[in-house]
C-alpha cells in the first residue's frame, strides 16, 4: 500500500510546511456537534482528524467516522488508546509504541495482537513513537497507560528518547502532555526534540489559545493537535488554522 498519509507528513515537514489535527473523542461528542465542527474544519482547511480516547466508552465510533467521511475528505486517523480502538473505516492508524514509559503491553504488546488484523486491513499503519510529557496534573493518559511522563524540565530525556525512537526505525514522533494538560510542552523541549531527530514532530495536550499554538509551531512541530480546547470553544479551530495558514504563506 502506497503510505499516503506518512507522505504527506513527511513532505510537509520537508517543506516545512505546519499541519493542524483537529482531535475527536467519540464519547464527548453527538452527530449534531460533530456535524458542525466537520463543517466548521472543512471551512477552515483542518489538515487531519485524529480520533480515539484513552477510554472509550460508548460504541458509535463507527457512526462517527461515516459521519465524517460523508461530509469531507480531510483524512481521520485512529488515535488509539487500546487494541479495541481500531476501526477499519478510518484512513490511518496511529500505531502508538509508548516509548516514555515501561509498560510492556503499550510498547509492543497490544501491537502483537493487533498486527494480524491490521495487516489484512486498508488501514495505514503509521509507527509512531508516543513521548507522555508532565503537565503539570495527572492526565487520563498517565493513569490509564500506568507510565510515569518524562518530567516537564527535561528536554534532553525527551530528546533521547526520540532519537531512540527514530533509530528503532519508528516514523513519527508524539510528544504529548496529555489531553487537557495544565500546561503545554515548553518550547525548549520541542526545539530539543526537533534538532534531534528528522522524523515529523507531532505535538498535542493542553494548547488553548492561537497563541499557543503558534509557540509550539514555532519551536518546530510539524503537526499540532488540539482537543479539549476546541471542545469547549469551537472558535478556537478557526482562529488556530489562521495562525497556521499565515506562518505557512509566509515561507512562500
Ligand atoms: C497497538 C494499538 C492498536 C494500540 C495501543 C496504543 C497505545 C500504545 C496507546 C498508548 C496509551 C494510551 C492510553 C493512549 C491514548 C491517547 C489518547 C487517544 C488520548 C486522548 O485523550 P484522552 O486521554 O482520552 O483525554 P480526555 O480525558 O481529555 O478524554
Ligand atoms: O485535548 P488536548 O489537551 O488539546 O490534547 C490533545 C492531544 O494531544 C491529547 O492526546
Ligand atoms: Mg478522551
Known amino acids: 500500500m502506497t503510505p499516503t498519509i ?110 494480524p488484523v491490521l495487516k489484512k486491513s486498508n488501514l495505514e499503519i503509521l509507527p509512531t513513537g508516543y513521548i507522555l510529557i508532565d503537565s503539570g496534573r495527572q492526565t487520563t493518559v498517565s493513569y490509564i497507560s500506568n507510565t510515569t511522563p518524562i518530567p516537564y524540565d527535561k528536554p534532553e530525556i525527551a530528546a533521547c528518547t526520540a532519537m531512540a525512537g527514530e533509530m528503532l526505525g519508528l516514523k513519527l514522533i508524539y510528544l504529548d502532555g496529555g489531553s487537557g494538560a495544565q500546561k503545554q510542552i515548553s518550547s525548549r523541549m520541542i526545539a530539543s526534540v526537533r534538532k534531534s531527530v528528522d522524523v515529523p514532530l507531532i505535538v498535542g495536550g493542553g494548547i488553548r489559545s492561537a497563541e499557543e499554538a503558534a509557540e509550539v509551531m514555532e519551536a518546530g512541530a510539524d503537526v499540532i493537535v488540539i482537543g479539549n480546547g476546541i471542545e469547549k470553544n469551537l472558535n478556537l479551530l478557526a482562529e488556530v488554522s489562521e495562525k497556521v495558514h499565515n506562518y505557512n504563506k509566509a515561507l512562500s
Open 6 to 115: 506518512l507522505n504527506r507528513f513527511i513532505s510537509a515537514k520537508v517543506n516545512r510546511l505546519k499541519s493542524f489535527a483537529v482531535l475527536i473523542d467519540p464519547d464527548k461528542t453527538d452527530a449534531a456537534a460533530c456535524l458542525q465542527l466537520i463543517r466548521h474544519s472543512v471551512e477552515n482547511k483542518v489538515d487531519f482528524f485524529f480520533v480515539g480516547g484513552s477510554l472509550i466508552t460508548g460504541n458509535t465510533m463507527g457512526q462517527l467516522i461515516k459521519l465524517i467521511k460523508t461530509n469531507s475528505s480531510i483524512p481521520v486517523i485512529l488515535f488509539p488508546g487500546s487494541n479495541l480502538h481500531i476501526d477499519m473505516s478510518a484512513d490511518a492508524l496511529l500505531f502508538l509504541s509508548l516509548i516514555s514509559g515501561r509498560n510492556p503491553e503499550l510498547l509492543i504488546g497490544q501491537h502483537v495482537i493487533a498486527a
